[in-house]
């Protein structure tokens, strides 16, 4: 192997050479460019992604046609998950299901580390068996990946059943000369690596021993960092070459990627505090083992913070997926996950969640409103040789503009915040100008008109709620109730305590005593439960709280940072 050959060309290169291989059971087929990628690229001009190796938005194109291989950092597992985890996990399940959409085949690939220093400290601490305690904190984590409605990725690896692989990786790194072994340890040569840096922008004289890197004497550069550690006593350790061990953090996901996409693939993606030092090392790490490796898209997600500050376990200013679940709808959380462009900072408050949560409950109300009124015609079905007029023309409009504005959004970097307050509002408001005009009397070809033309707005809006995960499996009446059964939690109702308050209400009404029945309406309002007079029914429905709180803490009122990063 040449020093120095290959790692400079993936600044500005991007390869379309079809992969076949044969790795970890996996095997991979060159395919022929699929009829509807096709259409869709021609259509929408090219699907655009901000690449974080070139630091702009390129045309995305996949090493195979037809074919994307994408591999995502995911969490270590040793406690519960918190909105940091949430978010990268939601941006790249929108970039997996948009990619969808598009017609392609993905392999998603993404990750579990349940082998690392944070698990043994964690496990030291209780008592409790390393691994044990990281396949329980891994199954949590796909309760909450199921009920934020993250698909699936096609693959989960987990370090711990990956060892085979990490040590012939390393193996492959000392022998080409970019490793060496001291005590037992295996350290990579930073210094040997042409352009290190090159994704991050850190240059080698910045890197101080102790910032990013152990200080460590028998090192031959201040910032090599450890592709194998020697066995410490009461830690888990497997034999190697260079006596037991367990792996670095940073060859996990080199060795894990090759194994299931080769060394050649299409999207690597993280979070953005993943850039340094861990992606950087394994571009490092994935070169000296194969200078052919090559990435074609570097993506990350921005961090969340709390009160502008970035959210993590370290600081103690992070809420955890499961907290925010248990008080509200994981729709509602998910709407707010994506109510920024996933490169933009994303700041944490209460009054962003109760807005969500008033969105999806909007959202909702109107698909049940739609399905309630058109169920008695739609039952009824057309007459015999009657034909179904055609949609009317302000239908159609509001169709073209949705399906355009989400193509042209989608396709520029996955703009969701512009999807979320633009064309599909008019839509949804769309449905309930006509649902009220539905109620009156017209000519029987002019009904059949709107019920077509509303079952066709209907599709098209949950065809884009679809793509962005923001359906559920569950019908619209029990997703209603899910988030009528939060918002009582969050005021620290019963139901049966509310019901007793409306009666209160509707008594005090009659004895016209209507200090007390407005002041009963007004508390219920600050508490997030709006009534609402409906004839001679009083019904209820969430809405956002004049006070929200987050347990006994008041919620902090921070403007939103969600200005999408210049190209």
Known sequence: MVEGTGLKEQKKEIRAEPVIAEECGVVRESLCVGVLVAMAEEELGGFRIYNSMTQQKEIFKTKTPGKVSMYVCGVTAYDFSHLGHARAAVSFDILHRYLKHLGYEVTYVRNFTDVDDKIIKRANETGEDPFMLSN???????????????????????????????????????????????????????????????????????????????????????????????????????????????????????????????????????GIDLIFPHHENEIAQSWAADNESHVGYWMHNGHVTNNNEKMSKSLGNFFTIRQITERYHPLALRHFLISAH????????????????????????????????????????????????????????????????????????????????????????????????????????????????????????????????????????????????????????????LLHLIEERTQARVNKDFLRSDKIRTDLTAKGIALMDVGNEIIWRPCIPSEPVFGDQRAPVVEEKQSIPAV
């Open 342 to 497: 996933y490169r933009s900072p994303l700041n944490y408050s209460i009054l962003q969640l109760e807005n969500s949560s008033d969105a999806i409950y909007y959202i909702f109300q109107t698909l049940q409103d739609c399905k309630d009124a058109l169920s008695p015609f739609l039952q009824e079905g057309p007459e015999k040789n009657e034909k179904v007029p055609q949609i009317n023309e302000a239908a159609k409009e509001c169709i073209k503009k949705l399906s355009v504005e989400f193509q042209t959004k989608m396709s520029d970097d996955l703009q969701t915040p512009v999807i979320l307050t633009g064309a599909i509002q008019e839509a949804l408001k769309f449905v309930n100008s006509s649902l009220k005009m539905l109620k009156k009397k017209m000519q029987k070809r002019a009904q059949l008109q709107l019920i077509q033309s509303l079952q066709e707005v209907e599709k098209e809006v949950a065809k884009v709620l679809d793509v962005l995960g923001l359906l559920s499996s569950k019908s619209y009446a029990e997703v209603l109730q899910q988030l009528k059964e939060k918002a009582l939690k969050r005021a620290g109702l019963a139901e049966g305590e």
């Open 136 to 270: 329980r904190f891994c199954d949590e984590y796909n309760i909450d990946m199921s009920d934020l409605q993250c698909e699936t990725p096609s693959k989960e690896p987990r370090v711990s059943q990956h060892l085979e692989e990490i040590k012939g990786m390393i193996t492959q790194i000392i022998n080409n000369g970019y490793a060496y072994e001291v005590e037992g340890d295996v350290f990579y040569a930073v210094d040997k690596c042409p352009n290190y840096g090159m994704l991050s922008g850190q240059k080698l004289e910045h890197n101080r021993a102790g910032e990013r890197v152990a200080v460590d004497s028998r090192k031959r550069h201040p910032a090599d960092f450890a592709l194998w550690k020697a066995a410490k006593p009461g830690e888990p350790s497997w034999d190697s070459p260079w006596g037991p061990g367990r792996p670095g953090w940073h060859i996990e996901c080199s060795a894990m990627s090759a194994c299931y996409l080769t060394h050649k693939f299409d999207i690597h993606g993280g």
